[in-house]
């Protein structure tokens, strides 16, 4: 009898070793190499932080070759590094990243709550699935990531950001 309960505990053991594996592979998300797009001296500064993704990625993309005509200097970072940004040095933030279980992660929930007094610098894009999520005192945007939505976010999004920088 113990030795089934070893060979069943074992095999349980293998069996979710593998599905976390193959979880983690499979939704987890690319992280963004940081680029910044025009001079860093320009007067108005917008700062993009994403997660990686083809859909994240293409939003990304899709905000910046809106405004490539216009003197806006944009910083992509990954989302996880929120913690060393200074808001104050931004206009505008874009944050754009998945929730899982209707929660930010806890780095965007320690951002938000870090400056409550600047919440309209912030445009949160988050991909759930549902449009139902909602953070106290802030504009959250949400979607699933599915490609050809791409322009319909993107629109969202360049929307927002004009009534806050324009």
Do not use: C
């Amino acid at each position: 009898m113990k030795r089934i309960l070893k060979i069943t505990s074992i095999i349980l053991l293998i069996f979710f070793a593998g599905f976390w594996v193959w979880y983690e592979y499979t939704y987890s998300m690319d992280t963004v190499i940081p680029f910044e797009v025009n001079d860093s001296n320009l007067e108005t500064k917008v700062l993009i932080a994403s997660q990686g993704s083809s859909f994240k990625d293409s939003l990304v993309q899709g905000v910046l070759r809106h405004y490539e005509k216009d003197t806006i200097y944009f910083k992509i970072i990954d989302v996880y590094t929120l913690f060393t940004v200074n808001i104050n040095k931004w206009d505008a933030l874009v944050i754009i990243n998945s929730w899982e279980y209707g929660s930010p992660p806890r780095n965007v929930k320690n951002f938000i709550k870090d400056h409550p007094d600047q919440l309209d610098k912030l445009i949160i894009l988050s991909t759930v699935g549902s449009s139902n999520i909602a953070l106290e005192d802030v504009d959250v945007i949400s979607g699933e990531s599915i490609i050809e939505k791409t322009p319909k976010y993107t629109n969202i999004v360049v929307k927002r950001l004009d009534k806050i920088i324009k």
